[in-house]
Structure formats: structure tokens, C-alpha cells
Nanobody
């Protein structure tokens, strides 16, 4: 399984950004998908996840109401739409996939089956 994330960049506080992650080697219905981030000096954390069916989602509290995870099965792509971005959202963002259920994914990413390379998101004026 390969994951390729796109869409990072520099944005001003309050603005929006959408990350994309193309998944190959596995159909989306077979895997749970998540977005993680890691800021300098901080532990990696999962910010959003979507279930294998696509019917369930999970968000960490700091991003609830601002981030939306979704997927397009035909394009084999998972998205992370981010609005009202804050400087504390600055981090390297990673997409990841796991063969287990969404709720079994470790919030720090330990044991996650597949990782993509990160994409930098910087929120700064």
C-alpha cells in the first residue's frame, strides 16, 4: 500500500486548506484512514480518521468543527478539509492507513500499518 499526500503550504490564520492523499495498492473499503500531524517538539497525534465503510469519522477535540475528513472511493483519495486555521495547526501532516477498525487506531500512530510521506502546513501571518 502506498499513500501520497498533497496540498500543504503556507496560509494565514483564519484561512483554509485542503489536503489530499492518494491511496494505491488497497481499496478504501478494506482500510481505515487517518490524518496525523506532528509539530516540532511535540508528539505525533491523530487529528481525524474515517472508517472502512466511510460511514464513521473521528476528530480530536482541538479540530472539531474546523476539520473535515472525507474520501472519494472512485479516486481512491482521502481528504482533510481545514478551515479557520490557527498557528497551532502548524505541523507536518501525514496520511495513514490501517487494516483494523478506525477506533482501534492508536492516537499517536503506533502500530499503524501504512504511512505516507508528510506534507508541511504552516499557519502564519
Amino acid at each position: 500500500v502506498q499513500l501520497q499526500a498533497y496540498g500543504g503550504g503556507l496560509v494565514q490564520p483564519g484561512n483554509s486548506l485542503t489536503l489530499s492523499c492518494v491511496v494505491s495498492g488497497r481499496t478504501l473499503g478494506d482500510i481505515s484512514l487517518g490524518w496525523f500531524r506532528q509539530a516540532p517538539g511535540r508528539e505525533r497525534e491523530m487529528v481525524a480518521a474515517i472508517s472502512r465503510s466511510g460511514g464513521g469519522t473521528w476528530y480530536t477535540d482541538p479540530v472539531k468543527g474546523r476539520f473535515t475528513i472525507s474520501r472519494d472511493v472512485d479516486k481512491s483519495t482521502v481528504y482533510l478539509q481545514m478551515i479557520s486555521l490557527k498557528p497551532e495547526d502548524t505541523a507536518v501532516y501525514y496520511c495513514a492507513a490501517d487494516r483494523g477498525t478506525m477506533y482501534a487506531i492508536d492516537r499517536a500512530g503506533y502500530g499503524v500499518d501504512y504511512w505516507g510521506k508528510g506534507t508541511q502546513v504552516t499557519v502564519s501571518s
